[in-house]
RNA sequence: UGCCGCAUAGCUCAGUCGGUAGAGCAGCUGACUGUUAAUCAGCGGGUCGUAGGUUCGAGUCCUACUGCGGCAGCCA
């Protein structure tokens, strides 16, 4: 055996007359008088491959063991399919089984199961329709995503996964430290309570985000991306947060907000037109299976600009919408989902990009505009899933972003390198980050963030 | 973390007014010369999430807990 034997997908584009060998897991067999089915999947495509056994060419004894899960392979001669479904088909005269799966106790069957079942049994759940396209369409848009950046030349930095400088400030963080212990009881002992006897002479943290390391990147390098895992401690418990996800943020130097909202739509129209390129057939079966509206939509973003306003306009739109919201609007607060929702929905009915929010609602780091009232942001929102990317040009004046630092009560000095970018050499930067997970929920129309991962983490949940 | 909902066969669910449990699918056995989530017949399968409480009697009503889901917040 050897990994460059033929997969189903190459079979399944064989011409007849073709000897073949086809290893995979049964997914189903159907049994008649004198002929068998079964519907062999490797993985390696959406389509199952029908191997025909005609009674008598594979003992009894053993066609048996071929129970839905079981991993086997057939021998024999690709022929043209009588039957409708599928053009080609192998017709066996030898099977090996290579491990059973006793069919009482196998959690998996062919007819449909819930989500939240599968998660259950996310290590049987690859062997599935759905999660074998949604890992195929994750493998491809990851590819994508590569080869944007690398056709633009942006370098990919691999930022730490560990930070000892808390000043990320994008949500809370998991703490790493050697200083725990598991006591005998089954309970916790802390060695010592002095960070300064921890691992790294002091706190350290699962990085919340890579962004202001590949800043530093960006003002030397000029294009850089990171795409990276990234970790929030936050206890949320939605359909769309992780505590372990996976983020892409690219950083340019010498751009400023307009060339960053370029960069965003064409990253999400390349990448999605890529997707479907490279897994129609996975792409077919969740507009057939999973979200009916999903190829209208993604040809839709594909196809037509995204619009692009003012936090200040969007504030007016949602104010004199004649809608009754739960949580009432003014210029200030913050959008809140409906809002969000309503815009790209249903005023807008695609993608929009929302620019210049009040500073008092954004990050420090991003750059002041002239008004004194608004920073250069922008968010990115699409129907269905809300807020997709969220980006700024940064602070690039060294007096402005001390200014701001110490207006919001920061700790000035834990930022020493951070302002060291704007006191040598300092460039207008821009960037955005978008989260790998949301993008994968988004092109496929899954609805929970938990299904478009291998093995998801989150508050209260790291079985597997 | 807050609010709401759900928890009954391997899976998806029904279970009326409180009176000791049902279906479809899956599984097993058999039938059928080509099926496509095959079809047809038969069979087996339950500590009704856990712990209390009310009641002559609880799957059903009440309380707590656990798990899961939805919405919201935090955000990507």
């Known amino acids: 055996m050897d990994y460059r034997r033929t997969l189903l997908k190459d079979l399944l584009t064989s011409p007849a007359g073709a000897e073949a060998t086809a290893h995979g897991w049964v997914k189903t067999r159907r049994d008649s008088k004198g002929v068998s089915f079964v519907q062999l999947n490797d993985g390696s495509c959406f389509k199952d491959l029908q191997v025909v056994i005609e009674s008598g060419s594979i003992p009894e004894d053993q066609l048996k ?8 392979s057939f021998t024999g001669t690709m022929v043209d399919s009588p039957g409708e479904g599928q053009s080609v088909e192998l017709k066996a005269t030898s099977m090996t089984i290579y491990g059973e799966a006793d069919p009482v106790t196998y959690p998996l069957q062919k007819k449909g199961a819930t989500m939240e079942f599968l998660r259950e049994i ?5 062997r599935g329709n759905t999660f074998g ?17 690398q056709n633009r030349g942006f370098y990919w930095v691999h930022t730490p996964i560990i930070t000892a400088s808390d000043c990320e400030g994008a949500g809370a963080m998991f703490a790493v430290s050697t200083l725990l212990h598991h006591a005998p009881d089954g309970g916790f002992v802390l060695s010592s309570k002095d960070p300064a006897d921890d691992f790294f002479g002091k706190p350290a943290y699962l990085t919340v985000s890579g962004q202001l390391n590949v800043e530093t990147f960006a ?3 000029t294009n850089v991306y990171t795409f990276g895992p990234t970790f929030r401690a936050e206890n949320s418990n939605t359909p769309r947060h992780l505590a372990e996800f996976w983020m892409i943020e690219p950083e340019m130097a010498f751009c400023d907000l307009d060339g960053d909202m370029n960069l965003a739509e064409e990253f999400v129209r390349e990448v999605i037109q890529d997707i479907m390129d490279g897994c129609a057939p996975d792409l077919e079966f969740f507009n057939q299976r999973v979200e009916p509206e999903l190829l209208k939509t993604l040809d839709h973003v594909v196809n037509s600009g995204f619009e692009r306003m003012t936090y200040t306009e969007a504030v007016n739109l949602l104010v004199n919408s004649g809608e009754t919201w739960e949580f009432p609007v003014s210029w200030g607060s913050d959008l809140q989902s409906e809002h969000e929702r309503w815009l790209t929905e249903k005023k807008v009915g695609r993608p929009v990009i929302l620019t210049d929010y009040p500073k008092e609602i954004k990050a420090f780091y991003m750059k002041q505009n002239e ?9 990115v929102l699409v129907p269905r899933i809300g807020e997709l990317i969220g980006g700024s040009q940064r602070e690039d004046d060294l007096k402005k972003l001390e200014a701001r630092i110490e207006e919001l009560g920061l700790d000035k000095a834990a930022y020493w390198w951070y302002l060291d970018l704007r006191r040598y050499g300092s460039a207008p930067h821009a960037g955005f980050g978008l989260g790998f997970e949301r993008l994968i929920m988004y092109v496929t129309g899954m609805k929970n963030i ?15």
């Not at 996310?122 to 690859?126: C, K, N, P, T």
């Not at 938990?450 to 597997?464: L, M």
């Open 371 to 379: 008004d004194g009232k608004t920073v250069r942001a922008m968010d």
């Open 450 to 464: 938990r299904d478009v991962i291998p093995f998801h983490r989150a508050s209260g949940q790291a079985e597997f």
């Open 219 to 221: 003002m030397g390098l």
């Open 65 to 72: 063991h071929a129970t839905t899960g079981a991993a086997v």
């Open 122 to 126: 996310a290590h049987l759940r690859v």
């Open 133 to 149: 396209a949604v890992t195929r369409v994750r493998n491809r848009a990851a590819a994508a995503v590569h080869n944007f950046f």
